[in-house]
């Protein structure tokens, strides 16, 4: 089988993806590769992994011959938060590697996956069950690049044949690597806030509703994805898909069914704020559903328990090593 190139693997979605792919297709199959250094205790440990910036045509070439790549999830990226921080930092990543990652996959005949975002929308789209097609009008610097994206991915597809493929992810949660940088990052601190200290400090309004997922639905939507029948994938490179649909005020009430001793506080950030007041509250994801059977397993409360379950036993064994050595 030819092998499955992850990059920016070390991030929040890779460090789960990357595990699951080694488990699905066996570990030798998976290369995973990031700009900085692997960490020895990263989940990414069993497998290939190699130092790889996305902007470098050179780079990218290189392993995908190393290793006979025929299929690359390019996950490297700048998010919502710390690219309206650093544009012109953000615009180098994200475009860069948008342009060379299809470029090197029609030269090499590779599959893609590009993950766009809620962030592709804005301000003048319909903000509940946005529509598959409608106005994308995104008024970040991280909405335009993933605008860009989708059509870059449609361009190169049409143009060269390139079986690209991509998901509008909602924010997502999840109990590994922490979030690099967007407005969604509430959803997933909170969790280790409420658990750690009882008390957390949000930067969104209680009533700041966005669409959002847990991460191993995440992870499964992107390998279903890149296994469906193309002959079925009209909206190939851009598919709404949804679990659930909350605010901070929500998520807090959930939380503390299993710590009822959490305390909100609220310190808006007007950047991160406005941010979201310009995406999604919920997404219509039937596309996905009729073109390849997209179906979601966890709601809002059974990804609360999850949550607790497996930050509580991290943090507890964490905390164990700290007192042994
Ligand atoms: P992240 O910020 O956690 O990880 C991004 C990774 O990319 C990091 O490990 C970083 O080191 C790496 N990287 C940065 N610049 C690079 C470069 N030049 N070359 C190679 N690697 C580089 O992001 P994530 O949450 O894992 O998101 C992955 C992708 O999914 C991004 O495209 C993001 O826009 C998209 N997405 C994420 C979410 C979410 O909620 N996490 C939602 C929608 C879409
Ligand atoms: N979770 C991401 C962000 O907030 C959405 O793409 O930037």
Not at 141 to 158: A, F, N, P, Q
Not at 250 to 279: G, T
Request: proline residues 6%; glycine residues 6%; hydrophobic residues 40%.
């Amino acid at each position: 089988m030819k092998r499955v190139l992850v990059t920016g693997a070390l991030g929040q979605i890779g460090s789960e993806l990357v595990p699951a792919l080694r488990r699905h297709y066996g570990d030798d199959v998976v290369v995973a590769s990031d700009i900085r250094l692997h960490r020895p205790d990263a989940a990414t440990d069993e497998g290939h992994f190699e130092l790889v910036d996305c902007t470098r045509s050179r780079e990218i070439d290189a392993v995908v011959r190393r290793y006979d790549v025929g299929t690359v999830y390019h996950l490297a990226a700048v998010l919502s938060a710390v690219a309206e921080e650093r544009p012109s930092f953000a615009w180098d990543v994200n475009m860069g590697g948008l342009y060379r990652v299809p470029e090197v996959a029609r030269q090499h005949r590779l599959a893609v996956f590009f993950p766009s975002s809620i962030g592709a929308f804005g301000p003048s789209t319909p903000r509940d069950q946005t529509p598959q097609v409608t106005i994308q009008r995104p008024t970040t610097i991280y909405g335009i690049s993933k605008v860009t994206g989708e059509l870059l991915c449609d361009y190169s597809h049409r143009r060269f044949g390139v079986d690209s493929r991509g998901l509008r992810f909602p924010g997502l949660i999840s109990a590994g690597a922490l979030p690099g940088g967007g407005t969604t990052d509430y959803a997933v601190e909170i969790f280790h806030q409420a658990i750690r200290y009882r008390h957390y400090t949000c930067f969104l309004r209680p009533d700041s509703c966005l669409d959002m997922m847990y991460m191993p639905d995440a992870v499964r939507a992107m390998i279903e994805l890149m296994e469906a029948d193309p002959e079925r994938l009209l909206n190939r490179n851009a598919f709404n898909v949804t679990a659930m649909s909350f605010t901070p005020a929500m998520l807090a009430d959930e939380i503390r069914k299993h710590v009822p001793e959490l305390r909100v506080d609220y310190e808006v950030d007007p950047v991160r704020q406005s941010i979201a007041d310009s995406w999604p509250r919920s997404l219509d994801d039937s596309a996905a559903c009729e073109e390849w059977g997209w179906k979601p397993h966890y709601d809002l409360e059974s990804m609360t328990r999850d949550m607790i379950e497996q930050l509580g036993r991290r943090l507890h064994s964490v905390k164990q090593e700290g007192s042994r050595s």
